[in-house]
């Protein structure tokens, strides 16, 4: 039999390459034997948290709070407005029921907030007051509600978002009532009513050194300067995707290096919606960033999520057209982002790391003649590997295969299918296996598309 390997018709060579590839993806890492997220927080000294809604913690929603998590904030039930909606009548139930919830889940509570300009009751913000009264109600307020909580409470958000952002002082009922003396009143009412907390004075924007950072800075000083209780700063953290400030783990360490503690109180970052894979991986990146620079600094204790899911999230409400900014998506399946604090911490980059490596399959006429044709298919791993493979296209001219080798090859109509022999199954990673066959043509020889599987 002639050979027509050898191509003896070379001026008529025709040659041309269809390939496409077969992914192989990675195997995935189960997630269930993710080391959750708290337990890897431990192991670096850090309490892992999220921002709750009591009513939502029962079901896959309590199952992941209760496991994945060291520390729950609740995310409105502690507000004054919640907590006294008319003066003097209290509804303690939602707080209540999250301390119980993490005193049954063995996690700390961190208690939010007791001086705020927002989600106040309107008989406070639209009554009268002298600033006597003023100050009186804010004490009463404060022994209140950190005296129902003594000893349960980890830490308290006792003063939220005193700054402007160019660092000078937010005009709000308790500045222009009180003067800036209610920011120590305030820690020194705390102090008082449960000695065994962590007081801390919580801001957004205040992630990396700006002006509003500064200001924060300066008066942590002066509070630590005239003894004024003052135990840490949370840095709320509020992101959007792709700025997390390069100067967050430098800021974190000017506040350590006053003497305070730091958290990392209300970490989101929402994308313009819809989010596509490129942007949760970004988005993964850079809640791998922040809690990376929480994780370098030894009084960086505690970082938490507000809201894990992204069914849980104020973002969507308050800035239209974007969202998607927490850990886990709205049906609870973790994200990129997810894994992405989980690496920072140590842990497992888990199933979404990208495929490393594919193998493809690539179609070529290594010799034509007036008739026939020999072609050649070539298969290739990088990163991947085959122990058999079976590769198929259909022919768009009417060509019809004569003869193969190194494959076992059928054709039915214009599909064809080749498997490999018995002696080539195996394609190692950075390897390829080559088979060949004869066919014949009239009026055109296209290039297929070759599938591999
Ligand atoms: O998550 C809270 C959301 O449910 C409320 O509607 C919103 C009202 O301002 O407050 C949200 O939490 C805020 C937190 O208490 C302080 N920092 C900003 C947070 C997002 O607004």
Known sequence: MRSLRTGLSLGSLL????????????????????????DLGAAKGKAIGTAVTGSKLTGTYGDIAGTQFSSLTPGNAM?????????????????????????????QVRGHTLVWHSQNPSWLTTGSWTP??????????????????????????VVNEPFNEDGTYRSTLW?????????????????????????????????????????????????????VPIDGVGLQAHLILGQVPSTLQQNIQRFADLGVDVAITELDIRMALPADSAKLAQQAADYKSVVAACAAVAR??????????????????????????????????????????????????????????????????????????????????SGASLSSWRASWAFGAGQQITQAWNATC????????????????????????????????????????????
């Open 410 to 453: 059928t054709q039915s109509g214009s599909a064809v299918s080749c498997s490999n022999a018995s002696y080539n199954g195996s394609v190692p990673d950075g390897g390829s296996v080559t088979f060949g066959f004869n066919a014949s043509w009239s009026g055109s020889n296209p290039l297929p598309t070759v599938t591999l599987t």
């Open 79 to 107: 507000k004054w407005g919640s907590v006294e909606p008319t003066q003097g009548n209290f509804n303690w139930a939602e707080a209540d029921q999250i301390v119980a919830f993490a005193q049954a889940h063995d996690q």
């Open 300 to 381: 960086c204790v505690n970082l938490t999520v507000w809201g894990f899911t992204d069914s849980d999230s104020w973002v969507e409400g308050t800035f239209p057209g974007y969202g998607a900014a927490t850990p886990y998506d709205a049906n609870y399946a973790p994200k990129p982002a997810y894994y992405g604090i989980a690496e920072a911490l140590g842990g497992s980059g888990g199933p979404t790391d990208p495929p490393t490596g594919a193998c493809s399959a690539a179609y070529t006429v290594t010799s034509q003649w007036n008739t026939g044709f020999t072609g050649q298919v070539t298969i290739s791993c």
């Open 132 to 157: 006597a009264q003023l100050g009186s109600l804010l004490q009463n307020h404060i022994g209140t509600e950190v005296g129902r909580y003594q000893g349960k409470i980890a830490a308290w958000d």
């Open 175 to 227: 500045y222009n009532g009180l003067g800036t003396d209610y920011i120590a009143d305030a820690l020194t009412w705390a102090r008082a009513a449960d000695p065994a907390a962590e007081l801390y004075i919580n801001d957004y924007n205040v992630e990396g050194v700006n002006a509003k950072s500064t200001a924060l800075y300066n008066l942590v000083k002066s509070l630590k300067q005239q003894g």
């Open 15 to 38: 040659t041309g390459i269809a390939a496409l590839g077969a992914l192989l993806a990675a195997t995935p890492a189960a997630h269930a034997a993710d080391t959750p997220l708290r």
